[in-house]
Protein backbone atom coordinates (compact mmCIF):
# COMPACT_ATOMS: atom_id res chain seq x y z
CA UNK A 1 0.00 0.00 0.00
CA UNK A 2 2.37 2.49 -1.29
CA UNK A 3 -0.94 5.74 -2.35
CA UNK A 4 -3.90 6.16 -0.60
CA UNK A 5 -7.01 8.69 -1.14
CA UNK A 6 -8.20 11.63 1.10
CA UNK A 7 -11.48 13.28 0.46
CA UNK A 8 -12.70 16.17 2.19
CA UNK A 9 -16.64 16.95 2.53
CA UNK A 10 -16.92 20.28 -0.25
CA UNK A 11 -18.20 22.21 2.52
CA UNK A 12 -14.87 22.76 4.34
CA UNK A 13 -13.22 22.48 0.66
CA UNK A 14 -15.54 25.33 -0.90
CA UNK A 15 -12.99 28.00 0.26
CA UNK A 16 -9.49 27.30 0.92
CA UNK A 17 -8.89 24.09 -0.62
CA UNK A 18 -4.87 24.11 -0.32
CA UNK A 19 -5.15 23.97 3.33
CA UNK A 20 -6.23 20.17 2.52
CA UNK A 21 -3.46 19.37 0.08
CA UNK A 22 -0.80 20.43 2.98
CA UNK A 23 -3.02 18.51 5.11
CA UNK A 24 -2.38 15.27 2.77
CA UNK A 25 1.20 16.31 2.48
CA UNK A 26 1.89 16.59 6.18
CA UNK A 27 0.11 12.82 6.63
CA UNK A 28 2.46 12.00 3.54
CA UNK A 29 5.39 12.50 5.07
CA UNK A 30 4.62 11.09 8.54
CA UNK A 31 2.96 7.80 7.86
CA UNK A 32 6.05 6.99 4.99
CA UNK A 33 2.97 6.68 2.31
CA UNK A 34 1.62 8.88 -0.20
CA UNK A 35 -1.26 10.42 0.61
CA UNK A 36 -3.42 11.93 -2.78
CA UNK A 37 -6.11 14.35 -1.76
CA UNK A 38 -8.95 14.74 -4.19
CA UNK A 39 -10.90 17.58 -4.77
CA UNK A 40 -14.53 17.14 -4.74
CA UNK A 41 -16.47 20.15 -7.07
CA UNK A 42 -19.81 19.42 -5.49
CA UNK A 43 -21.53 16.78 -2.98
CA UNK A 44 -22.91 14.44 -5.94
CA UNK A 45 -19.09 14.00 -6.81
CA UNK A 46 -18.02 13.62 -3.32
CA UNK A 47 -20.81 10.77 -2.59
CA UNK A 48 -20.29 9.08 -5.94
CA UNK A 49 -16.43 8.43 -5.05
CA UNK A 50 -16.27 8.83 -0.61
CA UNK A 51 -16.93 4.89 -0.99
CA UNK A 52 -14.11 4.05 -3.12
CA UNK A 53 -11.51 6.70 -0.75
CA UNK A 54 -9.16 5.79 2.04
CA UNK A 55 -9.35 8.30 4.02
CA UNK A 56 -12.50 10.63 4.07
CA UNK A 57 -12.95 13.60 6.30
CA UNK A 58 -16.86 14.26 6.57
CA UNK A 59 -20.10 15.81 7.54
CA UNK A 60 -22.32 14.15 10.36
CA UNK A 61 -24.74 12.22 7.67
CA UNK A 62 -21.95 11.46 5.44
CA UNK A 63 -20.02 10.09 8.46
CA UNK A 64 -22.86 7.70 9.29
CA UNK A 65 -23.25 6.14 5.80
CA UNK A 66 -19.53 5.64 5.48
CA UNK A 67 -19.38 4.17 9.05
CA UNK A 68 -22.25 1.76 7.91
CA UNK A 69 -19.80 0.45 4.65
CA UNK A 70 -17.36 -0.77 7.09
CA UNK A 71 -15.05 2.74 7.87
CA UNK A 72 -14.00 3.09 11.01
CA UNK A 73 -14.21 6.43 13.09
CA UNK A 74 -10.58 7.60 13.75
CA UNK A 75 -10.58 11.33 14.79
CA UNK A 76 -12.90 14.30 15.36
CA UNK A 77 -11.53 18.07 15.99
CA UNK A 78 -11.82 19.02 19.83
CA UNK A 79 -13.42 22.68 18.66
CA UNK A 80 -15.38 22.23 15.71
CA UNK A 81 -19.59 21.62 15.65
CA UNK A 82 -22.32 21.50 13.41
CA UNK A 83 -24.17 24.40 14.98
CA UNK A 84 -27.23 26.35 13.17
CA UNK A 85 -27.96 29.93 13.57
CA UNK A 86 -31.43 31.02 14.16
CA UNK A 87 -33.06 34.56 12.09
CA UNK A 88 -35.94 36.13 12.05
CA UNK A 89 -37.74 38.98 9.87
CA UNK A 90 -36.73 42.10 10.76
CA UNK A 91 -40.49 43.35 11.43
CA UNK A 92 -40.85 40.80 14.07
CA UNK A 93 -40.41 42.78 17.95
CA UNK A 94 -37.65 41.59 20.22
CA UNK A 95 -37.95 38.15 18.33
CA UNK A 96 -36.27 35.04 20.63
CA UNK A 97 -36.16 30.99 20.74
CA UNK A 98 -39.38 31.14 22.19
CA UNK A 99 -41.30 32.77 19.23
CA UNK A 100 -40.62 29.36 17.44
CA UNK A 101 -43.25 27.61 19.76
CA UNK A 102 -45.83 27.07 17.94
CA UNK A 103 -44.77 28.86 14.64
CA UNK A 104 -44.06 27.92 11.31
CA UNK A 105 -39.66 28.28 10.42
CA UNK A 106 -37.75 27.81 7.02
CA UNK A 107 -35.07 25.45 6.52
CA UNK A 108 -33.39 23.27 4.30
CA UNK A 109 -35.58 20.18 5.18
CA UNK A 110 -32.92 17.50 3.58
CA UNK A 111 -29.58 18.77 5.83
CA UNK A 112 -28.98 17.45 8.67
CA UNK A 113 -28.80 20.83 10.01
CA UNK A 114 -32.79 21.39 10.50
CA UNK A 115 -32.68 18.34 12.92
CA UNK A 116 -29.43 20.02 14.80
CA UNK A 117 -32.18 23.00 15.36
CA UNK A 118 -34.95 21.28 15.90
CA UNK A 119 -33.31 19.17 18.42
CA UNK A 120 -31.59 22.65 20.02
CA UNK A 121 -35.24 24.03 20.46
CA UNK A 122 -36.61 20.38 21.38
CA UNK A 123 -33.80 20.59 24.60
CA UNK A 124 -35.70 23.75 25.74
CA UNK A 125 -38.83 22.60 25.30
CA UNK A 126 -39.57 24.76 22.30
CA UNK A 127 -41.69 22.82 19.52
CA UNK A 128 -42.90 24.69 15.96
CA UNK A 129 -45.60 24.08 14.13
CA UNK A 130 -44.10 23.63 11.01
CA UNK A 131 -40.77 23.18 9.22
CA UNK A 132 -41.23 24.66 5.65
CA UNK A 133 -38.24 23.48 3.15
CA UNK A 134 -36.67 26.14 0.74
CA UNK A 135 -33.86 24.40 -1.34
CA UNK A 136 -30.94 26.28 -0.04
CA UNK A 137 -29.71 28.29 3.17
CA UNK A 138 -29.44 31.45 1.17
CA UNK A 139 -33.23 30.98 -0.31
CA UNK A 140 -33.80 30.72 3.40
CA UNK A 141 -32.64 33.83 4.34
CA UNK A 142 -34.12 35.55 1.26
CA UNK A 143 -37.74 34.01 1.88
CA UNK A 144 -37.57 35.33 5.53
CA UNK A 145 -36.01 38.80 4.29
CA UNK A 146 -38.77 38.90 1.70
CA UNK A 147 -41.95 37.40 3.51
CA UNK A 148 -42.20 34.98 0.76
CA UNK A 149 -43.63 32.62 2.91
CA UNK A 150 -46.35 32.78 6.16
CA UNK A 151 -42.60 31.93 8.33
CA UNK A 152 -41.36 34.86 9.52
CA UNK A 153 -38.32 32.41 11.83
CA UNK A 154 -35.71 30.45 10.13
CA UNK A 155 -32.45 28.68 10.92
CA UNK A 156 -29.32 28.24 8.58
CA UNK A 157 -26.10 26.22 9.29
CA UNK A 158 -23.49 28.02 10.93
CA UNK A 159 -20.71 27.48 8.56
CA UNK A 160 -22.74 28.76 5.59
CA UNK A 161 -24.12 31.87 7.24
CA UNK A 162 -20.29 32.98 9.15
CA UNK A 163 -19.34 32.78 5.09
CA UNK A 164 -22.19 35.09 4.24
CA UNK A 165 -22.02 39.24 3.38
CA UNK A 166 -22.57 41.43 6.17
CA UNK A 167 -25.02 43.01 3.96
CA UNK A 168 -26.71 39.57 3.15
CA UNK A 169 -26.57 38.82 7.35
CA UNK A 170 -28.73 42.14 7.64
CA UNK A 171 -31.37 40.69 5.50
CA UNK A 172 -32.78 39.15 8.46
CA UNK A 173 -32.44 39.49 12.09
CA UNK A 174 -29.49 37.39 14.30
CA UNK A 175 -31.63 35.60 17.45
CA UNK A 176 -28.90 33.09 18.55
CA UNK A 177 -26.61 30.39 17.72
CA UNK A 178 -27.72 27.11 18.79
CA UNK A 179 -24.43 25.59 21.31
CA UNK A 180 -25.28 21.77 21.27
CA UNK A 181 -21.82 20.89 20.55
CA UNK A 182 -23.26 17.31 19.71
CA UNK A 183 -23.25 16.81 16.34
CA UNK A 184 -19.28 17.03 14.37
CA UNK A 185 -17.29 16.10 11.29
CA UNK A 186 -14.92 13.38 11.57
CA UNK A 187 -11.66 11.88 9.53
CA UNK A 188 -13.07 7.98 8.98
CA UNK A 189 -10.57 4.83 7.58
CA UNK A 190 -11.38 2.56 4.82
CA UNK A 191 -11.39 -1.43 5.88
CA UNK A 192 -9.10 -1.87 3.30
CA UNK A 193 -6.47 0.99 4.93
CA UNK A 194 -6.74 -0.34 8.41
CA UNK A 195 -3.06 -1.13 8.29
CA UNK A 196 -2.00 2.22 8.68
CA UNK A 197 -4.94 3.16 11.29
CA UNK A 198 -2.38 2.59 14.42
CA UNK A 199 -0.07 4.87 12.81
CA UNK A 200 -2.60 7.39 10.97
CA UNK A 201 -4.09 7.57 14.84
CA UNK A 202 -0.52 8.64 16.68
CA UNK A 203 0.20 11.27 13.79
CA UNK A 204 -3.02 13.42 14.20
CA UNK A 205 -3.30 13.49 17.84
CA UNK A 206 0.37 14.30 18.02
CA UNK A 207 -0.02 16.86 15.24
CA UNK A 208 -0.88 19.94 17.31
CA UNK A 209 2.37 19.58 19.65
CA UNK A 210 4.48 19.47 16.07
CA UNK A 211 5.16 23.19 14.90
CA UNK A 212 4.65 22.07 11.05
CA UNK A 213 1.75 20.14 11.78
CA UNK A 214 0.15 22.79 14.73
CA UNK A 215 0.24 25.82 11.06
CA UNK A 216 -2.01 23.56 9.28
CA UNK A 217 -4.20 22.39 12.39
CA UNK A 218 -4.39 26.33 12.24
CA UNK A 219 -5.44 27.02 8.56
CA UNK A 220 -7.99 24.24 9.28
CA UNK A 221 -9.28 26.27 12.40
CA UNK A 222 -8.71 23.00 14.57
CA UNK A 223 -7.28 23.31 17.72
CA UNK A 224 -6.10 19.43 17.67
CA UNK A 225 -7.63 16.49 16.75
CA UNK A 226 -9.06 13.66 19.63
CA UNK A 227 -10.94 10.44 19.17
CA UNK A 228 -14.53 10.16 19.08
CA UNK A 229 -16.21 7.78 21.95
CA UNK A 230 -18.87 5.40 21.04
CA UNK A 231 -21.60 7.01 22.74
CA UNK A 232 -20.80 10.64 20.32
CA UNK A 233 -20.99 8.60 17.18
CA UNK A 234 -24.52 6.97 19.23
CA UNK A 235 -25.94 10.08 19.63
CA UNK A 236 -25.29 11.25 15.91
CA UNK A 237 -27.07 8.79 15.14
CA UNK A 238 -30.03 8.64 17.06
CA UNK A 239 -30.42 12.83 15.92
CA UNK A 240 -30.75 11.18 12.30
CA UNK A 241 -33.37 9.10 12.50
CA UNK A 242 -35.35 11.91 14.69
Not at 39 to 50: I, T, Y
Not at 103 to 110: E, G, Q
Not at 126 to 131: L, Q, S
Not at 202 to 212: F, T
Amino acid sequence: MDRLTLMVCPHDTAKKPDRWFRFAQYLSLNLDVVIHFELSMDFQEFRQKMNSADIVYANPGDTVSLLQNNFISVARSSNLYDEVVFVANHQLNNPSLESFQGSKLLSVTSMLATKIGLNALESQGIKPAEVINQPTWLAVIKAIANQETEASLGFVYKDTYDELGESTKNLVKYIATSAQKSVFHQLVLSSKALSIQKNLTSVLLAMNENPKGEDILKELNIEKWIIPTESEVENIKQILVK
